[in-house]
T-cell receptor, first 112, second 115 residues
């Protein structure tokens, strides 16, 4: 069965610091990958997605992610975080089955 | 973009009672909807796949007789938590996808508290 791993459970950064959140997936076939963000008290919002093509994907709010097939990774990056980026971040994968498989999430806390 | 709504957004019920949660796709038709559960500070866990006009498919460990799912139309799926207990307290989230598409659109979630 496919699985998604997020190794950073809680990340604390100062404003303007660079961010990289790790995500690894287990499925060896064709896979679609997503990053979602959940701000406190709000619902999931899609940050970015990878289906095919350019492995460097740009999303909303200055986020980007790079799909590295050889490493089964899809890490999320942002050059300079803001206090408003404080949230829970979820990596998810989708294969032939339509439901998403979510990672355990990473809580990002940005200190002003 | 596609919008999914859930109702209610927040419900408190007494142990032993049943609660119904609605999930609606507002501006698109969804033959398949998904129900997830999220415990505090944890990830989303798929509970079941709701298929319009047929029986839902439940994940291993999810009691189908306790979590009744009805997908009566292309825009509405309901999750009924029967004989709720405090351990059922959680955040329930539905998602839906456009027929034939890959991307999922998530509802805002329903927070259930069983006292």
């Amino acid at each position: 069965a496919q699985s998604v791993s997020q190794h950073n459970h809680h990340v604390i950064l100062s404003e303007a610091a660079s961010l990289e959140l790790g995500c690894n997936y287990s499925y060896g076939g064709t896979v679609n990958l997503f990053w979602y963000v959940q701000y406190p008290g709000q619902h999931l919002q899609l940050l970015l997605k990878y289906f095919s093509g350019d492995p460097l994907v740009k999303g909303i709010k200055g986020f980007e992610a790079e799909f590295i097939k050889s490493k089964f990774s899809f890490n999320l990056r942002k050059p300079s975080v803001q206090w408003s980026d404080t949230a829970e971040y979820f990596c998810a994968s989708h294969t032939g089955r339509r439901a998403l498989t979510f990672g355990s999430g990473t809580r990002l806390q940005v200190q002003p | 973009g596609a919008v999914v709504s859930q109702h209610p957004s927040w419900v408190i019920c007494k142990s032993g009672t049943s609660v119904k949660i609605e999930c609606r796709s507002l501006d698109f038709q969804a033959t398949t909807m998904f129900w997830y559960r999220q415990f505090p500070k944890q990830s989303l866990m798929l509970m079941a796949t709701s298929n319009e006009g047929s029986k839902a498919t439940y994940e291993q460990g999810v009691e189908k007789d306790k979590f009744l799912i009805n997908h009566a139309s292309l825009t509405l799926s309901t999750l009924t938590v029967t004989s709720a207990h405090p351990e059922d307290s959680s955040f329930y989230i539905c998602s839906a996808g456009v027929t034939g598409g890959v991307e999922q659109y998530f509802g805002p979630g329903t927070r259930l508290t069983v006292t």
